[in-house]
């Protein structure tokens, strides 16, 4: 069965730390997809990364940063340097390769908040 | 291009009752998920629709149903409203011609009320 667990309930830091937010996944697929969304205060949930489970190549864009390990099922999230706009609730998310839907299970999320 | 859109915004219904949920999706995009976020669940798979077909089903009882229209719009349907159906309903559509399992743009959302 999938699953998505993300330890981490609420996070706070104070302006420029750097934070991980991580996320372990259970699948019996070999093939899957690994999300990662945000969902700020208005409530839109916002696409951030997409990774698939034969790319295991770490990704950074800008101040945000994945690490993908398939021996531990971990796609972790790291912000360098935050900042107050970081301030949301982050999802990890899983699809599973199952005949072309696109069902995502998620994780229960992890609030960030980032203090001046 | 104009992104995911939800109406009504916020409904307020009573126990019993039965609501009609709608999402536009993106131009161009075929297939459609509902979820139902609450805090204690979080965010759960209702349902998706690709092509006027229902592609994959969520865990979730016979009074949520949902359809999709030969121009992508969907509606979800919640019968017989019950307190814990309180919740926000988030809709989602992608492109699969973009290649498969990818991003999902959501739509502001419905929060629904039951009293």
């Known amino acids: 069965a999938q699953k998505v667990t993300q330890a981490q309930t609420e996070i706070s830091v104070v302006e420029k730390e750097d934070v991980t937010l991580d996320c372990v996944y259970e699948?019996?697929?070999?093939?899957?997809?690994l999300f990662w969304y945000k969902q700020p205060p208005s409530g839109e949930l916002v696409f951030l990364i997409r990774r698939n489970s034969f790319d295991e190549q770490n990704e950074i864009s800008g101040r945000y940063s994945w690490n993908f390990q398939k021996s531990t099922s971990s796609f972790n999230f790291t912000i360098t340097a935050s900042q107050v706009v970081d301030s949301a609730v982050y999802f990890c998310a899983l699809s599973e390769d199952q005949g072309g839907s696109e069902k995502l299970v998620f994780g229960k999320g992890t609030k960030l908040t980032v203090n001046p | 291009k104009a992104g995911v859109t939800q109406t009504p915004r916020y409904l307020i219904k009573t126990r019993g009752q039965q609501v009609t949920l709608s999402c536009s999706p993106i131009?161009?995009?075929?297939?459609v998920s509902w979820y139902q976020q609450t805090p204690g669940q979080g965010l759960q798979f209702l349902f998706e629709?690709?092509?006027?077909?229902?592609?994959n089903k969520g865990n979730f009882p016979g009074r949520f149903s949902g359809r999709q229209f030969s121009n992508s719009r969907s509606e979800m349907n919640v019968s017989t409203l019950e307190l814990g159906d309180s919740a926000l309903y988030l809709c989602?559509?992608?492109?699969?011609?973009?290649?498969?399992?990818?991003?999902?743009?959501f739509g502001p959302g419905t929060r629904l009320t039951v009293l």
């Open positions: 699948t019996r697929d070999t093939t899957y997809y």
């Open positions: 629709y690709f092509s006027e077909t229902q592609r």
């Open positions: 989602a559509s992608s492109h699969p011609g973009q290649g498969p399992h990818n991003e999902q743009f």
């Open positions: 131009s161009g995009h075929r297939s």
